[in-house]
């Protein structure tokens, strides 16, 4: 069993930054493999961000030079740096290991 907690959601203005951290406990995971989700009202959740070794990072066009997955392995910890951030980045972001799913963080982007 897994167990994620998201961290890091809020209010910020159009441009600004924000960073997500994603804690995960439990036994049987590797922090190797890990997304970042995000669902917008109305909308399908999609894919953000993947940390994989090996294999690196990718990261969907619409987040391309502006966000940042990073992982620190001695804390049990992802990590999702967001910048110039816009409106339609507003959401609520899971992070996601395997099967299991955190209970998400909202990140809401003011213009």
């Known amino acids: 069993q897994v167990q994620l907690v998201e961290s890091g959601g809020g209010l910020v203005q159009a441009g600004g930054s924000l960073r997500l951290s994603c804690l995960a406990s439990?036994?049987?995971?590797?922090?190797?493999?890990m997304d970042w989700y995000r669902q917008a009202p109305g909308k399908q959740r999609e894919l953000v961000a993947t940390?994989?070794?090996?294999?690196?990072?990718y990261y969907a066009d619409s987040v391309k030079g502006r966000f940042t997955i990073s992982r620190d392995n001695a804390k049990n910890t992802v990590y999702l740096e967001m910048n110039s951030l816009k409106p339609e980045d507003t959401a609520v972001y899971y992070c996601?290991?395997?099967?299991?799913w955190g209970q998400g963080t909202q990140v809401t982007v003011s213009s």
């Open positions: 996601h290991i395997g099967v299991f």
């Open positions: 439990g036994s049987g995971f590797s922090i190797n493999a």
């Open positions: 940390y994989i070794i090996p294999g690196g990072m």
